[in-house]
């Protein structure tokens, strides 16, 4: 309950915070809480709970997600690929499915948004035998242009591949 009421304060656009929408969400079939002892209990243990948790996490609660760089990717490789290449299998789809199933796995803690992105999009690559085209004399393939470094993304790959 610590974190739901945590999570709320974090605000979108357009979004307000309301105490009484997170009792209603934990415990729906219950009546309101009257403004008593028990009430103030509650309230004062959950933002202890919730000062403690931002302590843990050294008031770090922004997180750069690699589904933005997923799309980007995406449209990129549909440019290159070709239209027809891409709607031939749903290679969006099975990416997007592969990142959601990856957040079971403690690797995305360990890596950039962008090497995860990427080696998701490999995976989804292979998977359908998709071969990215490329000129004779270049000296780069397709995720070389937006990974720095390939050592890290090699690695990551290989963790992937096989836990998965």
């Given at each position: ?39 103030w ?26 589904h ?14 070709g ?5 031939g ?38 998977i ?37």
């Amino acid at each position: 309950m610590s974190s739901m009421f945590s999570t709320s304060k974090v605000r979108l656009p357009g979004q307000t915070n309301a105490d009484a929408d997170i009792f209603r969400c934990v415990y729906p079939k219950s009546d309101p809480l009257p403004l008593a002892d028990e009430y103030w209990c509650l309230r004062d243990a959950i933002v202890h709970c919730e000062l403690l948790m931002l302590r843990v996490l050294q008031f770090r609660v922004s997180v750069d997600h690699p589904h933005r760089y997923l799309l980007h990717y995406l449209w990129s490789l549909t440019d290159w690929l070709g239209p027809g290449v891409v709607r031939g299998v749903p290679l969006s789809q099975v990416a997007w499915s592969l990142l959601c199933d990856l957040y079971q796995h403690p690797v995305c803690l360990k890596h950039p948004p962008q090497h995860i992105a990427i080696t998701i999009l490999q995976l989804a690559l292979l998977i359908y035998d998709i071969r990215v085209p490329h000129g004779e004399d270049s000296v780069l393939t397709w995720y070389e242009v937006s990974i720095f470094s390939l050592i890290p993304f090699v690695a990551l790959f290989q963790k992937i591949k096989w836990s998965m």
